[in-house]
T-cell receptor
Framework: RKEVEQDPGPFNVPEGATVAFNCTYS??????FFWYRQDCRKEPKLLMS???SGNEDGRFTAQLNRASQYISLLIRDSKLSDSATYLC??????????FGDGTTLTVKP | GAVVSQHPSRVICKSGTSVKIECRSL??????MFWYRQFPKQSLMLMAT?????????EQGVEKDKFLINHASLTLSTLTVTSAHPEDSSFYIC????????????FGQGTRLTVV
Protein backbone atom coordinates (compact mmCIF):
# COMPACT_ATOMS: atom_id res chain seq x y z
CA ARG A 1 0.00 0.00 0.00
CA LYS A 2 1.30 3.47 -0.85
CA GLU A 3 2.07 5.87 1.98
CA VAL A 4 -0.13 8.55 0.44
CA GLU A 5 -3.06 7.65 -1.75
CA GLN A 6 -5.22 10.00 -3.74
CA ASP A 7 -8.35 9.69 -5.83
CA PRO A 8 -7.19 8.30 -9.17
CA GLY A 9 -9.13 10.83 -11.27
CA PRO A 10 -9.14 12.37 -13.77
CA PHE A 11 -11.89 14.76 -12.85
CA ASN A 12 -13.59 16.53 -15.75
CA VAL A 13 -16.03 19.16 -14.56
CA PRO A 14 -17.84 22.15 -16.06
CA GLU A 15 -17.04 25.68 -15.02
CA GLY A 16 -18.79 26.62 -11.81
CA ALA A 17 -18.91 23.07 -10.47
CA THR A 18 -17.81 22.04 -7.00
CA VAL A 19 -15.25 19.27 -6.87
CA ALA A 20 -13.69 17.40 -3.95
CA PHE A 21 -10.44 15.48 -3.78
CA ASN A 22 -9.59 12.93 -1.14
CA CYS A 23 -6.29 11.72 0.20
CA THR A 24 -5.39 9.11 2.79
CA TYR A 25 -2.05 8.53 4.47
CA SER A 26 -0.70 5.51 6.30
CA UNK A 27 2.01 6.96 8.56
CA UNK A 28 0.35 7.91 11.84
CA UNK A 29 3.49 9.88 12.77
CA UNK A 30 2.77 12.38 10.01
CA UNK A 31 2.71 15.93 11.30
CA UNK A 32 2.26 18.33 8.42
CA PHE A 33 -0.09 18.23 5.50
CA PHE A 34 -0.27 20.24 2.33
CA TRP A 35 -1.99 20.49 -1.01
CA TYR A 36 0.24 21.46 -3.91
CA ARG A 37 -0.77 22.27 -7.44
CA GLN A 38 1.31 21.22 -10.43
CA ASP A 39 0.71 22.48 -13.93
CA CYS A 40 1.90 20.40 -16.86
CA ARG A 41 5.71 20.31 -17.04
CA LYS A 42 6.05 22.85 -14.27
CA GLU A 43 7.18 22.66 -10.67
CA PRO A 44 4.66 22.07 -7.86
CA LYS A 45 3.46 25.14 -6.01
CA LEU A 46 1.92 25.26 -2.59
CA LEU A 47 -1.82 25.71 -2.71
CA MET A 48 -2.50 25.54 1.00
CA SER A 49 -1.45 23.92 4.23
CA UNK A 50 -3.99 21.71 5.95
CA UNK A 51 -4.82 22.11 9.61
CA UNK A 52 -6.86 19.97 11.99
CA SER A 53 -9.34 22.80 12.40
CA GLY A 54 -9.82 23.00 8.66
CA ASN A 55 -8.93 26.04 6.65
CA GLU A 56 -10.38 28.02 3.82
CA ASP A 57 -8.77 30.26 1.23
CA GLY A 58 -11.29 31.79 -1.11
CA ARG A 59 -12.87 29.00 -3.15
CA PHE A 60 -10.61 26.36 -1.63
CA THR A 61 -11.30 24.49 1.60
CA ALA A 62 -8.99 21.90 3.13
CA GLN A 63 -9.90 19.47 5.88
CA LEU A 64 -7.82 17.06 7.96
CA ASN A 65 -9.11 14.10 9.95
CA ARG A 66 -6.23 12.70 11.96
CA ALA A 67 -8.26 9.83 13.40
CA SER A 68 -9.11 8.58 9.92
CA GLN A 69 -5.80 9.75 8.44
CA TYR A 70 -7.68 11.52 5.73
CA ILE A 71 -7.27 14.86 3.99
CA SER A 72 -9.62 16.58 1.59
CA LEU A 73 -9.63 19.54 -0.75
CA LEU A 74 -12.84 21.18 -1.90
CA ILE A 75 -12.90 23.60 -4.81
CA ARG A 76 -16.06 25.65 -5.27
CA ASP A 77 -17.12 27.55 -8.38
CA SER A 78 -14.42 25.92 -10.53
CA LYS A 79 -12.58 28.12 -13.02
CA LEU A 80 -10.84 27.10 -16.21
CA SER A 81 -7.60 28.16 -14.56
CA ASP A 82 -8.08 25.54 -11.85
CA SER A 83 -7.20 22.84 -14.39
CA ALA A 84 -4.05 21.19 -13.03
CA THR A 85 -2.82 18.21 -11.06
CA TYR A 86 -3.38 18.47 -7.32
CA LEU A 87 -0.84 16.76 -5.09
CA CYS A 88 -1.44 15.69 -1.52
CA UNK A 89 1.76 15.97 0.53
CA UNK A 90 2.37 14.52 3.96
CA UNK A 91 5.45 15.28 6.06
CA UNK A 92 6.85 13.72 9.19
CA UNK A 93 8.57 15.61 11.99
CA UNK A 94 11.88 14.48 10.52
CA UNK A 95 10.98 16.56 7.50
CA UNK A 96 10.48 13.78 5.02
CA UNK A 97 7.72 14.67 2.58
CA UNK A 98 5.80 12.05 0.66
CA PHE A 99 3.75 12.99 -2.36
CA GLY A 100 0.59 11.35 -3.57
CA ASP A 101 0.37 10.45 -7.25
CA GLY A 102 -1.81 13.49 -7.84
CA THR A 103 -5.32 13.96 -9.12
CA THR A 104 -5.82 15.65 -12.46
CA LEU A 105 -8.60 18.18 -12.77
CA THR A 106 -9.86 19.53 -16.07
CA VAL A 107 -12.42 22.32 -15.94
CA LYS A 108 -14.30 22.75 -19.20
CA PRO A 109 -16.27 25.75 -20.46
CA GLY B 1 6.95 33.72 -1.93
CA ALA B 2 10.54 32.67 -1.69
CA VAL B 3 12.46 31.88 -4.84
CA VAL B 4 14.38 28.74 -5.65
CA SER B 5 16.33 28.75 -8.87
CA GLN B 6 17.28 25.52 -10.56
CA HIS B 7 19.68 25.31 -13.46
CA PRO B 8 19.75 24.12 -16.18
CA SER B 9 16.09 23.76 -17.10
CA ARG B 10 16.87 21.32 -19.88
CA VAL B 11 19.91 19.25 -20.68
CA ILE B 12 20.68 16.62 -23.25
CA CYS B 13 23.78 14.56 -22.70
CA LYS B 14 25.46 11.52 -24.13
CA SER B 15 25.31 8.20 -22.37
CA GLY B 16 28.26 7.79 -20.01
CA THR B 17 28.76 11.47 -19.28
CA SER B 18 27.99 13.31 -16.05
CA VAL B 19 25.52 16.13 -15.57
CA LYS B 20 25.42 18.64 -12.73
CA ILE B 21 22.19 20.34 -11.67
CA GLU B 22 22.24 23.36 -9.37
CA CYS B 23 19.59 24.43 -6.92
CA ARG B 24 19.85 27.86 -5.31
CA SER B 25 17.67 29.58 -2.75
CA LEU B 26 17.77 33.21 -3.78
CA UNK B 27 16.23 35.05 -0.87
CA UNK B 28 16.40 32.73 2.12
CA UNK B 29 18.79 30.31 3.78
CA UNK B 30 17.83 26.77 2.97
CA UNK B 31 18.68 24.57 5.91
CA UNK B 32 17.27 21.57 4.10
CA MET B 33 17.10 20.78 0.43
CA PHE B 34 15.33 17.88 -1.22
CA TRP B 35 15.89 16.27 -4.58
CA TYR B 36 13.05 14.55 -6.41
CA ARG B 37 12.66 12.68 -9.65
CA GLN B 38 9.45 12.52 -11.62
CA PHE B 39 8.85 10.14 -14.49
CA PRO B 40 6.04 10.91 -16.96
CA LYS B 41 2.57 10.63 -15.44
CA GLN B 42 4.05 9.54 -12.14
CA SER B 43 4.41 11.10 -8.74
CA LEU B 44 7.38 13.03 -7.43
CA MET B 45 9.71 10.52 -5.82
CA LEU B 46 12.09 11.73 -3.15
CA MET B 47 15.66 10.79 -3.96
CA ALA B 48 17.54 12.36 -1.11
CA THR B 49 17.46 14.94 1.65
CA UNK B 50 20.44 17.16 2.32
CA UNK B 51 21.22 19.42 5.21
CA UNK B 52 23.86 22.09 4.82
CA UNK B 53 27.29 20.87 5.78
CA UNK B 54 26.39 17.22 6.22
CA UNK B 55 26.07 14.17 4.00
CA UNK B 56 22.83 13.65 2.15
CA UNK B 57 20.38 11.01 3.26
CA UNK B 58 19.34 8.87 0.34
CA GLU B 59 16.06 7.05 -0.06
CA GLN B 60 16.04 3.30 -0.46
CA GLY B 61 16.91 2.26 -3.98
CA VAL B 62 18.73 5.47 -4.88
CA GLU B 63 22.43 4.92 -5.58
CA LYS B 64 24.46 7.50 -3.71
CA ASP B 65 27.51 6.92 -5.90
CA LYS B 66 25.48 7.61 -9.01
CA PHE B 67 23.57 10.62 -7.74
CA LEU B 68 26.10 12.79 -5.95
CA ILE B 69 24.61 15.51 -3.79
CA ASN B 70 26.54 18.39 -2.34
CA HIS B 71 25.02 20.99 -0.03
CA ALA B 72 28.05 23.12 0.71
CA SER B 73 26.26 26.33 1.62
CA LEU B 74 22.90 27.49 2.92
CA THR B 75 21.92 28.68 -0.53
CA LEU B 76 23.27 26.04 -2.89
CA SER B 77 22.86 22.32 -3.41
CA THR B 78 24.00 20.37 -6.44
CA LEU B 79 22.98 17.02 -7.85
CA THR B 80 25.42 15.30 -10.18
CA VAL B 81 24.17 12.39 -12.25
CA THR B 82 27.30 10.38 -12.95
CA SER B 83 27.75 8.08 -15.93
CA ALA B 84 24.25 8.86 -17.11
CA HIS B 85 22.24 6.26 -18.99
CA PRO B 86 19.03 6.63 -21.00
CA GLU B 87 17.01 5.23 -18.08
CA ASP B 88 18.17 8.24 -16.03
CA SER B 89 16.20 10.49 -18.37
CA SER B 90 13.62 12.17 -16.16
CA PHE B 91 12.43 15.42 -14.64
CA TYR B 92 14.61 16.27 -11.65
CA ILE B 93 13.37 18.88 -9.23
CA CYS B 94 14.72 20.34 -6.03
CA UNK B 95 12.96 21.98 -3.15
CA UNK B 96 14.32 24.03 -0.32
CA UNK B 97 13.06 24.81 3.13
CA UNK B 98 14.30 27.43 5.54
CA UNK B 99 12.63 26.15 8.68
CA UNK B 100 11.15 23.06 10.27
CA UNK B 101 8.84 20.45 8.74
CA UNK B 102 5.78 22.68 9.18
CA UNK B 103 7.23 25.32 6.93
CA UNK B 104 6.63 25.54 3.23
CA UNK B 105 9.12 23.99 0.85
CA UNK B 106 9.72 25.99 -2.30
CA PHE B 107 10.43 24.21 -5.53
CA GLY B 108 12.88 24.97 -8.28
CA GLN B 109 11.68 25.03 -11.85
CA GLY B 110 12.94 21.52 -12.52
CA THR B 111 15.48 20.09 -14.94
CA ARG B 112 14.46 17.86 -17.80
CA LEU B 113 17.34 15.48 -18.43
CA THR B 114 17.50 13.50 -21.62
CA VAL B 115 20.30 10.98 -22.01
CA VAL B 116 20.90 9.84 -25.58
Amino acid sequence: RKEVEQDPGPFNVPEGATVAFNCTYSNSASQSFFWYRQDCRKEPKLLMSVYSSGNEDGRFTAQLNRASQYISLLIRDSKLSDSATYLCVVSTNAGKSTFGDGTTLTVKP
Amino acid sequence: GAVVSQHPSRVICKSGTSVKIECRSLDFQATTMFWYRQFPKQSLMLMATSNEGSKATYEQGVEKDKFLINHASLTLSTLTVTSAHPEDSSFYICSARGGGPNTEAFFGQGTRLTVV
